[in-house]
C-alpha cells in the first residue's frame, strides 16, 4: 500500500524550540509538498519541492524552512516556534504530469505553548 | 493566489437525503481534484476532473467541471453517515500545483 508518512501524529513544543517536521514517501513521486490546515482557511502551501534538493515557497513561508537531501524525504522546520504556527501541518507528495492527485500524510497536529 | 470558495461550509443532513457541494472560483483551472478528509487523516483524492462540461461518477457521488472551467459540483444521492466528512476541491495551475478550497464539512445523521 503506497503511503505518505509523518514521524509524529501530535507534537507539543515550547515558544522559541526548533521544530523538525519529517515526511517520507515510498511511491518515487518527484514532487513534495507542506501545507497547514486551519479551521476556516482551508490548505495553505508552505513550501514544495520538485526535485532533490530543490525548494520553492508557497503562499506561507514565513517562519519555515525545508531541507529535501533525498527523493523521498521533506522535512519542515521551525527555526523558532511560535504559538501563531499551533496547526495541524500535512505532508503530500505528487508525480509529475497533469491531472494526477497527491497523496498526503496523516497530519502532524503541532501546538506551540 | 487563487481563490476557491466552497458552499455551504457546513451542511447537517438525515441519511437518505441528497446533497450538492459547490466549489466556485473567477479563475480558469486547466483540473480540477476532489477530496474527502476525515476526521485526524489526511485528504484522500475521490476524482480528478479535465474537460470543460465533464461529469464523473463514482458510485452515488457525481462530480461536474463547469463549462468554463471555473466551477464544479459534487452531487451526492442517499447520503450514507460513511459519507460523513469534510470535502475539499482542489484547481490545478501550472501544471503542478493546486489552490484548494476552503472546504465544506458534512455529517450525515443516521
Known amino acids: 500500500d503506497v503511503k505518505v508518512t509523518q514521524s509524529s501524529r501530535y507534537l507539543v513544543k515550547r515558544t522559541g524550540e526548533k521544530v523538525f517536521l519529517e515526511c517520507v514517501q515510498d511511491m518515487d513521486h518527484e514532487n513534495m509538498f507542506w501545507y497547514r490546515q486551519d479551521p476556516g482557511l482551508g490548505l495553505r502551501l508552505i513550501y514544495f519541492?520538485?526535485?532533490?534538493?530543490m525548494k520553492e515557497k508557497g503562499d506561507i513561508p514565513e517562519g519555515y524552512s525545508v531541507s529535501r537531501e533525498k527523493k523521498e524525504r521533506f522535512s519542515l522546520i521551525l527555526e523558532s516556534a511560535s504559538t501563531n504556527q499551533t496547526s495541524m501541518y500535512l505532508c503530500?507528495?505528487?508525480?509529475w504530469g497533469r491531472g494526477g492527485g497527491y497523496t498526503f500524510g496523516s497530519g502532524t497536529r503541532l501546538t506551540v505553548v | 493566489t487563487q481563490l476557491l470558495e466552497q458552499s455551504p461550509q457546513f451542511l447537517s443532513i438525515q441519511e437518505g437525503e441528497n446533497l450538492t457541494v459547490y466549489c466556485n472560483s473567477s479563475s480558469v483551472f486547466s483540473s480540477l481534484q476532489w477530496y474527502r478528509q476525515e476526521p485526524g487523516e489526511g485528504p484522500v483524492l475521490l476524482v480528478t476532473v479535465v474537460t470543460g462540461g465533464e461529469v464523473k461518477k463514482l458510485k452515488r457521488l457525481t462530480f461536474q467541471f463547469g463549462d468554463a472551467r471555473k466551477d464544479s459540483s459534487l452531487h451526492i444521492t442517499a447520503a450514507q453517515p460513511g459519507d460523513t466528512g469534510l470535502y475539499l476541491c482542489?484547481?490545478?495551475?501550472?501544471?503542478?500545483?493546486?489552490?484548494f478550497g476552503t472546504g465544506t464539512s458534512l455529517t450525515v445523521i443516521p
Open positions: 519541492s520538485y526535485d532533490v534538493k
Open positions: 503530500a507528495s505528487r508525480k
Open positions: 482542489a484547481g490545478e495551475v501550472n501544471g503542478n500545483q493546486f489552490y
